[in-house]
């Protein structure tokens, strides 16, 4: 089952009663073992295996600067969020159909939280890095699925080069 979808069915399970707040939330238990999900764009990476370090910047202006970003097939990157802004933002790896309909969720459920190792929760200030393996060549984006960010077009693109012959 959808991982969204899971959680929102909890959420309704438990009466609305449940408080789901991304600013109360850590990110990636490191004592936890990740989920290692194939994905469309990819699977969660080992840190041991890191290839490169790309540096993602977040603006109250909703914007990531790099706004786009290129790695190889197979390439294992860390995705450093740093949060120079006021506010919360985060960055959540996806697929444009994937990404719209969790940025719909979240405008409808904005305090719901969750976390997955394809995405980073930075408060204002603060760093968070993503340890992704690029396994599968294509178009992906990235976002800030926080209620009004994605709306405001806080995205980014990536692209995924095949690896060399």
């Avoid at 994905?39 to 790099?66: E, L, N, S, Y």
């Avoid at 790695?71 to 444009?96: D, F, M, S, W, Y």
């Avoid at 459920?109 to 340890?131: L, S, W």
Wanted: charged share 25%.
């Amino acid at each position: 089952m959808n991982t969204i979808k899971l959680i929102a069915i909890c959420a309704l399970l438990a009466g609305g009663n449940a408080s789901f707040g991304h600013e109360n939330m850590p990110h990636h238990n490191r004592n936890a073992p990740v989920v290692k999900e194939q994905k469309p764009w990819g699977i969660a990476g080992d840190t041991q295996a890191v290839a490169r370090t790309i540096t993602i910047r977040m603006t109250d202006d909703m914007r990531f600067t790099p706004r786009h970003i290129e790695v190889r097939e197979g390439e294992t990157v860390r995705l450093r969020a740093e949060n120079k802004g006021q506010v919360l933002h985060e960055i959540v790896i996806g697929t444009k159909a994937e990404l719209d309909a969790h940025a719909e969720m979240m405008v409808k459920h904005p305090g719901m939280e969750h976390d997955e190792p394809y995405m980073a929760h930075v408060g204002a200030g603060k760093k968070g890095d993503i340890v992704w393996q690029f396994n599968r060549a294509g178009s992906f984006d990235f976002a800030c699925l926080i209620a009004g960010h994605y709306q405001a077009g806080m995205t980014g693109t990536i692209t995924v080069r095949p690896r060399k012959p």
